[in-house]
């Protein structure tokens, strides 16, 4: 029998395994420190916005990031502690600094590391896009603290 016909059976196995110690399901993302937010998405004591983190093999989604409602999609990096996801929808209706938008796009990216099983910090960017006018054009970067079911990793040694 071939190598070949040993190992690719043994790799499509391990792909769809989640090896990673970060839990699935539900995560609130918290804002720990605003670095920009030229549209003014952020007011004080808001929260950002839910989603829920999937985990096949290397492969990250979180779906239903209530930001309009996107899905993000990435993989966890060398290592295994860090993941990044991004996601965009297009042709979105907002408010940016008290006025409605029309926007091109909306994109947003996570940089985040594992902390333990059921938290997550990273970094967060959403861009609004939009050919005009300017004053629809901005961006909201900022630290965040995601955690699942308020279980933080100080409340679950």
């Known amino acids: 029998m071939s190598t070949h016909r040993v190992l690719l059976p043994a790799l499509l196995a391990t792909l769809g395994c989640n090896t990673f110690i970060q839990n699935p399901g539900l995560y609130e993302l918290e804002p720990v420190e605003v670095l920009r937010d030229d549209c003014s998405l952020l007011s004080p004591g808001m929260d950002f916005w839910d989603g829920s983190l999937l985990i096949s093999g290397q492969v990250v989604r979180m779906v239903d990031f209530e930001l309009l ?3 993000l999609i990435g993989r966890f990096l060398a290592g295994g502690e860090t993941f990044t996801v991004d996601g965009s929808v297009a042709n979105a209706k907002v ?4 006025q409605e938008c029309l926007l091109d796009q909306v994109s947003v990216h996570i940089d985040a590391a594992t902390v333990c099983e059921s938290e997550f910090k990273g970094t967060l960017r959403v861009r609004y896009e939009a050919r005009r006018p300017d004053s629809c054009v901005c961006e909201l970067w900022a630290k965040f603290n995601a955690v699942q079911d308020s279980l933080t ?3 679950n040694p």
């Open 153 to 155: 990793c100080a409340a």
């Open 95 to 98: 408010i940016v600094n008290g």
């Open 69 to 71: 409602n996107m899905q």
